[in-house]
Structure formats: structure tokens, C-alpha cells
Nanobody, 124 residues
Framework: QLQLVESGGGLVQPGGSLRLSCAAS????????IGWFRQAPGKEREGVSC????????NYADSVKGRFTISRDNAKNTVYLQMNSLKPEDTAIYYC?????????????????WGQGTQVTVSS
């Protein structure tokens, strides 16, 4: 079964940090762009960041540039999202997804194999 599983979410104070992990099973991430998306209650899902299969191309939403860093370890079949300087508006369920076309572009329609999400809550 092809699966992506997110982990690492939790409750953090504003200004704090979290590192999310996206682990694949049933397939190898080597040939996929992996993206992170998020959705808050009552809001549409939005793209956060993505990384090409080789790691050579990354993209970030303007709202997270300079604060979030995406990386991958293909040997571990895992992609990470390091989130620093977190803000309350970062509160959402975070999902990872795989783009088999490996465009390296943060465009939701290109992605499949979505995970079930991990909750990130930024609050005092």
C-alpha cells in the first residue's frame, strides 16, 4: 500500500520551533517532488513548501520564507519541514504529498498520495 505518514506536530508557543517528518511506505521518494500543505479550520488548503526529488529545487510560500526549511533524506525515505519562529497563523493541520511529475513547483493539483496530516498549534 502506498502511504505517506506525517509526524512531529504538537503545541508550541509563538516563536518556537517544530520539525515535521513525512515518511513514505510502499514506494520510494527518490523520484518525487514532496510538498507540504496546510489547512486551518474554515480556510482553504494552502501550499507551504516543496522540494524536488534531488533536493535541488525548493519553493516556499511567501508567508513562511525565512522561517521554514524543507529538506529530504532519500536514504531514509523521509522529507522534513523545519519550522522556526512560529506564529499563531501557522496553526493548521499539515499534510505532505507526492508529485510524481517532479516539477518542484508548489501546485496542489500536481500532487497525489496525500498523508493524513499532523496538527500544529501555535498558541500562548
Amino acid at each position: 500500500q502506498l502511504q505517506l505518514v506525517e509526524s512531529g506536530g504538537g503545541l508550541v508557543q509563538p516563536g518556537g520551533s517544530l520539525r515535521l517528518s513525512c515518511a513514505a511506505s510502499g514506494f520510494t521518494l527518490d523520484y518525487y517532488t514532496i510538498g507540504w500543505f496546510r489547512q486551518a479550520p474554515g480556510k482553504e488548503r494552502e501550499g507551504v513548501s516543496c522540494i524536488s526529488s534531488s533536493g535541488g529545487r525548493t519553493n516556499y510560500a511567501d508567508s513562511v520564507k525565512g522561517r521554514f526549511t524543507i529538506s529530504r533524506d532519500n536514504a531514509k525515505n523521509t522529507v522534513y519541514l523545519q519550522m522556526n519562529s512560529l506564529k499563531p497563523e501557522d496553526t493548521a493541520i499539515y499534510y505532505c504529498a507526492a508529485d510524481p511529475y517532479d516539477y518542484g513547483i508548489l501546485r496542489a493539483t500536481d500532487f497525489g498520495s496525500w498523508g493524513q496530516g499532523t496538527q500544529v498549534t501555535v498558541s500562548s
